[in-house]
Every structure is written in C-alpha cells, then in structure tokens.
C-alpha cells in the first residue's frame, strides 16, 4: 500500500531525512519509534504533502503511484490519513462544520454522493459517543479551548469520519492519560481492517500496549536503523535509544 523509496528530505537547506526505506502492507499496523529530533513527524508531514519540505531524492508511492506531486487535498482523496502531534486550532468553524466540510469534500473528489444532512448528523453522533466525545465538543470551534488529550482524540474522530485507507498517527499518545489512551486506542483498533493501514508514530512503548503492531521500526537520524517485531518496542523501553544514536553517529 505505502512504499516509501530513499527518501532524502530537507527543510531550508538542512537535511532531515537521509534515505529512509519504508513498506506498508494492506492490513498492516507499523510502528515508529525514535528518540526527540529523529524525523518522526518530518516523515508524517512529507507523507501528508505539506509545503516547504524539499525532497531531494527518493519516492513516496501509494498503491504504486507516486504522490510527491499530489497536494495534501488529492492524498486525502486516495485515502491518506494524517493525526498531527499538534492539532491545530481553528477559531470561527464549529467541529461539526469542519467534519461535514471535509467529509462531503472527501466523498466529492472520490466521485461519490454528499452526506444528507440527517445521514451525516447520525454518523458523526455515533462516532463521536463511540470515542466517548461530548457532542458539546461538536459544536465549539475546531481545537479552541480543548484540553491536549481533547485535541487527540478529536484527531482520531477525523480518521474515523473520514475512514482512511492509510491512517498516520503522530504521537497521539502525547498528552493522554490512561483512560484516553485506552479509549483512543480502542477507536483505532476498532478501525483496523485487511483493507486498512496504520502507521502509528511513538517515542514510548506504552501505546503500543494497546496498539499492539505487526511491525516496529527504529528512526534515527532521518533514517530507519532497526527493524523487528512487536518486542523490539519492549527492548527499546528497557534500553532506551543511546545505542542508535550512536550507531547513526
Ligand atoms: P521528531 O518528530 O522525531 O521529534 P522532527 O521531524 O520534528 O523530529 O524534527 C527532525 C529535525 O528537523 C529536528 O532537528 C528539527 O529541529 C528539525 N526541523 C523540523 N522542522 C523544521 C523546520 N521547519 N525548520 C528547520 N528545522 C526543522
Ligand atoms: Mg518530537
Ligand atoms: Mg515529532
């Protein structure tokens, strides 16, 4: 599903990522883990297609086409999914307006009929009670005023309004407590699928508990230096990230 070739990315001449290799299968949950200032969230923000970030070699495919030259609008169409490590806020448009929004505008580039109304109202309130989100939250302004753990979780109702085939999810464990992190992962693993794929971004362990992955990756250094399975998450807790940093050196 996601092929990520030697990618070389940098951002105002200061290079970032340094020939990173990726594949995604269908149906596959990835994990990446790597210590503050590794590329985590550069590679997020390369994946979703956002501006300023120059890649200078290497390809980024979905389903075996390139997406470098597709805006972020069109890799959403195709399925691609992005939950920042810091949501932005939107004063002025009500959560409900900006889920409709980007829903119908969805279903449009994809040749599909808009939500009515009354259908998209019952989607939105079934999701929302499923990720135990107070239908108030749906009403005030996009992020504004919402707690850090509000904020994640209304990343992970976007991604499960908006059904993604390849969901990207950058650090949604910060700023949870337990009881969120259970309820979010519970709403991520609810939408895992064999048509479904997770790349799902993490400096702690702990996340993975709950979102238990198929494959776990190690970046460092704007490149991927160890991959392993679901127990290469657990060494990393107990030894931390030394070892790679000094091998990446
Ligand atoms: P991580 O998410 O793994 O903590 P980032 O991808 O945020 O790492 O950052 C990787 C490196 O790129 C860091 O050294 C960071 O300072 C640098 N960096 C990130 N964004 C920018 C930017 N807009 N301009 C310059 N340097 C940046
Ligand atoms: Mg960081
Ligand atoms: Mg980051």
Redesign the pocket.
Known sequence: MLEVKNLHVE??G?K?LNGLDLTVEKGQVHAIM????????????VLAGKA?YDVTEGDVLLDGVSVLGMEPDERAAKGLFLAF?YPIEIPGVATMTFLRTAVNAQRKARGEEELSTPEFMKKVRDTAARLEINQDMLRRAVNVGFSGGEKKRNEILQMAMLEPRLAVL??TDSGLDIDALKIVSDGVNRLRSPERSFVV?T?YQRLLDYIVPDVVHV?SR?RIVRTGGKELALELEEKGYAQYVGEAA
Not at 34 to 45: A, E, R, W
């Open positions: 951002i105002g200061k970032i790597g210590p503050n200032g590794s590329g985590k969230s550069t590679l997020s923000y300023d490590q950058d650090e971004i400096h970046l704007g």
